[in-house]
């Protein structure tokens, strides 16, 4: 089943993102695209987060989808930037959070690339609290990297990560 972000979500304040020219070095290479997309949502409570340098990753019209699971169900929640910033603006600034890579597997073919991005979450206090994958669909224009879709999953104890998708 698919569905589009809670109205709830819909109606959280409207967070002002001033559209950028990208930075070229967060854009020249598929492993400066995705360092700067974990950079840009971590930090410490009460930092604004980047998210202007974000949407320069990103084509106009990218989806986001986070999935979880309601009632035993797969969810998943469909969202432009405007909505997944507006959706989380509030808790990352609010709190310390930092998201980083812990593996990567990338499958190239012409200009297209495909990432599985495995990335664990830390508190405030610096501690784990949860792991997932990034599945991350990027394409090469001739001149930088664009991502162009992104849809994820939180591990769970009924969504294990593969062994293949974990470091070492």
Known sequence: MVTKVPAQA?????????????????VATIDAVIRTFYEVISGPAGQA????????????????VSMSV?????????????????????????????????HRVTRKFGNTTHVFSTYEMKDGAGRPIGRGVNSIQLFWDGTRWWISGVAWDDERP???????????
């Open 10 to 26: 819909q109606e959280r304040p409207r967070v002002e993102v001033p559209t950028i020219a990208a930075n070229p070095a967060d």
């Open 70 to 102: 309601e009632n035993g169900r797969p969810q998943a929640s469909i969202m432009t930037h405007q909505e997944f910033v507006d959706r989380t603006n509030r808790g990352l600034v609010s709190n310390r959070f930092y998201e980083s890579e812990i």
């Open 49 to 64: 987060r980047q998210w202007s340098r974000d949407r320069t990753l990103y084509i106009p019209d990218v989806r986001f």
């Open 158 to 168: 009924d969504n294990p990560i593969p062994a293949e998708l974990l470091p070492g």
